[in-house]
T-cell receptor
Framework: KQEVTQIPAALSVPEGENLVLNCSFT??????LQWFRQDPGKGLTSLLL?????REQTSGRLNASLDKSSGRSTLYIAASQPGDSATYLC?????????FGKGTKLSVIP | SQTIHQWPATLVQPVGSPLSLECTVE??????LYWYRQAAGRGLQLLFY??????ISSEVPQNLSASRPQDRQFILSSKKLLLSDSGFYLC???????????FGPGTRLTVL
């Protein structure tokens, strides 16, 4: 059974800092790894999807990497902004279902 | 473009009452559909998924059920709510055979 762990559970950084969020998974036989953002009381917004055959994906200030052999993914956020404050979730995809970590709550301080 | 709707946005129900949450997707056909629950302090848990009309797979045994009466409509139901059913319910869709999932705005359910 897939288990996904996200460290740290919470992170507070000053505006402008670069930061890395970590995600680890136990079963390397994933179809893809997806990173989401969740604002309080809202649904999930898909940020990046990395297929199992890929190593990384980039969108704007976001870069996500995937290392299946070590069971790890990272989300790198460059030049953080207060608007980046949210909970970030990673998920590993099986044939139909996603297994989610509990998320990292990010606070970017102006 | 594709859009996913959920209603109601919030719901407060007494223990033992019935439940019906609705999810609809626009702009795509034959999507895979999913119901998740997010409880306080816990991660998202997949409850049901559907690959077609009338086809429902349950991931977690409980007093909830799901139905898919139309291609782009997914309904989550209960005959008698429990306190433990409180949570944030999210509907999601993906293109059939592909697993990038897109989520709706969610329904906040409080059972008193």
């Amino acid at each position: 059974k897939q288990e996904v762990t996200q460290i740290p559970a919470a992170l507070s950084v000053p505006e402008g800092e670069n930061l890395v969020l970590n995600c680890s998974f136990t079963d390397s036989a994933i179809y893809n790894l997806q990173w989401f953002r969740q604002d309080p009381g809202k649904g999930l917004t898909s940020l990046l999807l990395i297929q199992s055959s890929q190593r990384e994906q980039t969108s704007g200030r976001l870069n996500a990497s995937l290392d299946k052999s070590s069971g790890r993914s990272t989300l790198y956020i460059a030049a953080s902004q207060p608007g980046d404050s949210a909970t970030y979730l990673c998920s590993g995809a099986g044939s139909y279902q996603l297994t989610f970590g509990k998320g990292t709550k990010l606070s970017v301080i102006p | 473009s594709q859009t996913i709707h959920q209603w109601p946005a919030t719901l407060v129900q007494p223990v033992g009452s019935p439940l019906s949450l609705e999810c609809t997707v626009e702009g795509t056909s034959n999507p895979n559909l999913y119901w998740y629950r997010q409880a306080a302090g816990r991660g998202l848990q997949l409850l049901f998924y559907s690959v077609g009309i009338g086809q429902i797979s349950s991931e977690v045994p409980q007093n909830l059920s799901a139905s898919r009466p139309q291609d782009r409509q997914f309904i989550l139901s209960s005959k008698k709510l429990l306190l433990s059913d409180s949570g944030f319910y999210l509907c999601a869709w993906s293109v059939f055979g592909y697993n990038e999932q897109f989520f709706g705005p969610g329904t906040r359910l409080t059972v008193l």
